[in-house]
């Protein structure tokens, strides 16, 4: 996963891109803030944390997958069988 796949899953689908690149990484900071404000053990949130983001990442990596998929069947489809 490159940096210019990222941005051209942003820029196809600018909503499914948030929604699972940062926004459980927004959720996971915000998790985290929350117990450190309020004096909890660090331990819960940490693995939280962790977990989010790493369904962030595994999330990104599909959705990236997928439409490289989708551009290849497009391709595909265009040519006339033989």
Same mark, same amino acid.
């Given at each position: 996963m490159s940096g210019s796949e990222l941005l051209a899953l942003a820029r196809a689908d600018p909503g499914r891109a948030f929604t699972y690149t940062a926004l459980p990484v927004l959720v996971a900071a915000a998790q985290f803030a929350n117990s450190l404000v309020h004096g909890v053990s660090l331990l819960f949130p940490a693995l939280f944390a962790l977990a989010l983001v790493a369904f962030a990442?595994? =999330? /990104?990596?599909?959705?990236? *997958?997928?439409?490289?998929?989708?551009?290849?069947?497009? =391709? /595909?489809?265009?040519?006339? *069988?033989?």
């Amino acid at each position: 996963m490159s940096g210019s796949e990222l941005l051209a899953l942003a820029r196809a689908d600018p909503g499914r891109a948030f929604t699972y690149t940062a926004l459980p990484v927004l959720v996971a900071a915000a998790q985290f803030a929350n117990s450190l404000v309020h004096g909890v053990s660090l331990l819960f949130p940490a693995l939280f944390a962790l977990a989010l983001v790493a369904f962030a990442v595994a =999330a /990104t990596q599909y959705h990236i *997958a997928a439409r490289r998929v989708d551009e290849a069947w497009s =391709a /595909t489809a265009e040519q006339p *069988a033989d």
